[in-house]
């Protein structure tokens, strides 16, 4: 068996094949709302359901101290007994749910318990926190903003089992994650992560995944402040499906974001010998994170929600705007109308003079457009008068 000290390198040495960028991902067209994962009536306990777009595994081992970092690419499940029961952190990351036989050979090399493989597998499943004998099972939802024009965000499933010397990860996609920066702090020794054990690496875990909400979040103020502008001004039928859209988004964030709430409350507050108590006091300033998160989320689900009211207000306005046009240039022809009808009627001059004598005016017909063109002007004037045109800007065609 090939040594820890001869696996082990510098730093500054794996700096270059050490990066783990971030991939960007294709628009979908599938909704961001999504329903936790239910077992089929009478299944035996530890099935798994996989879907079949899942993503192949592949798995990855940082190994670390105060001194050296290493992080290697793992062909075999089993290669990563030799790392687990050093004093050394070995975090161990199964990017991807795709193979059945290699997920129960990973459940047989960290002695996983059905039930954990279960949650760990069968996706989504709800953010909790169970204990079992010498591991602490953590899933949590992970959101990451989708780099399209249509916003929006992608969320997967993350399970952290926690050991006495090491840190299992299993993620539902293989294709983007929030824990970069965590990486590079066991890479380059950054802050004090390297001198921490395994239960640091858990609470940085969760740390990024709750601060990867935030700039989601953000996202969505800023196109809620447009959408906002946009409803009051021109209010269209794509507003309303925005505003729809944006409603069922947030309501998936609080799906997300809420239990996992209690879950790290759950560390801090049962007091699992794996969890030490130094780490507790970051687990709180997690949970305040969370707590931020949660409120954010309401109060964008709140203006949301009255966006809807003012898209009907808007909506409402405008068509009281444009009746009132209506009305108004009904009313101004109403009399011209009147005066076109009654000279419209037939009349004999011959049989008696009151039979409209104004037909055999010579001016006559001038006279009688004048008339009606000082009549329309009158209107108009006192419609103006009583303010009545003031507020036509806001239709637009």
């Known amino acids: 068996m090939t040594s820890k000290s001869s696996q082990s390198v510098n730093a500054a040495e794996v700096a270059s094949t050490y990066p783990m960028p971030f991939l960007d991902l294709e628009d979908e067209d599938e909704s961001d709302f999504f329903e936790y994962f239910a077992d089929e009536p009478g299944s035996i306990p530890g099935t798994l359901a996989i879907e079949e777009d899942a993503s192949p595994p592949t798995i990855f081992l940082i190994d670390y101290n105060e001194g050296n970092a290493v992080r290697i690419k793992i062909d075999e499940p089993e290669d990563c007994v030799p790392y687990l029961d050093k004093e050394s952190v070995s975090w161990v990351d199964v990017q991807g749910l795709g193979n059945e036989e290699i997920l129960r050979r990973i459940g047989h090399v960290f002695a996983l318990h059905p039930l954990v493989l279960e949650d760990v597998v069968n996706v989504p499943q709800r953010p909790k926190v169970d204990e079992f004998e010498g591991q602490v099972l953590f899933i949590a939802r992970m959101v990451t903003p989708r780099e399209t024009a249509r916003g929006g965000f992608v969320a997967e499933q993350v399970s952290l089992i926690l050991g006495q010397h090491y840190l299992l990860t299993v993620q539902e996609e293989p294709d983007f994650d929030c824990f970069g920066p965590v990486r590079d702090?066991?890479?380059?020794?950054?802050?004090?992560?390297?001198?921490?054990?395994?239960?640091?690496?858990?609470?940085?875990?969760i740390d990024a995944i709750i601060d990867g909400f935030f700039p989601v979040l953000e996202d969505y103020g800023e196109l809620l402040e447009e959408l906002e502008d946009e409803v009051v001004e021109n209010p269209t039928r794509q507003s309303l499906e925005k505003i729809h859209r944006i409603k069922r988004e947030l309501l998936s964030l609080r799906r997300a974001i809420w239990p996992q709430r209690d879950a790290i409350n759950s560390l801090i507050r049962d007091g699992n010998a794996l969890i030490s108590d130094e780490v507790r006091v970051y687990l709180r300033d997690c949970y305040d994170h969370t707590v931020q998160v949660i409120d954010m989320v309401e109060t964008y689900r709140e203006v949301a929600s009255s966006l809807m009211d003012v898209y009907v207000s808007s909506v409402g306005n405008r068509m009281n705007e444009v009746m009132k046009f209506l009305t108004i240039v009904s009313t101004i022809f109403i009399p011209l109308t009147f005066i076109a009808g009654v000279y419209g009627m037939n009349f004999n001059t011959e049989t008696s003079p009151w039979n409209m004598p104004e037909l055999n005016w010579y001016w006559g017909y001038p006279l009688c457009l004048v008339l009606m063109?000082?009549?329309?002007?009158?209107?108009?004037?006192?419609?103006?008068?009583?303010?009545?045109?003031e507020n036509f800007s806001g239709i637009r065609e």
Do not use: E, T
């Open 185 to 205: 702090r066991i890479r380059m020794a950054k802050g004090s992560i390297r001198q921490h054990q395994a239960d640091y690496l858990a609470y940085a875990l």
């Open 373 to 389: 063109g000082l009549i329309a002007l009158s209107l108009v004037l006192y419609f103006r008068r009583k303010g009545w045109f």
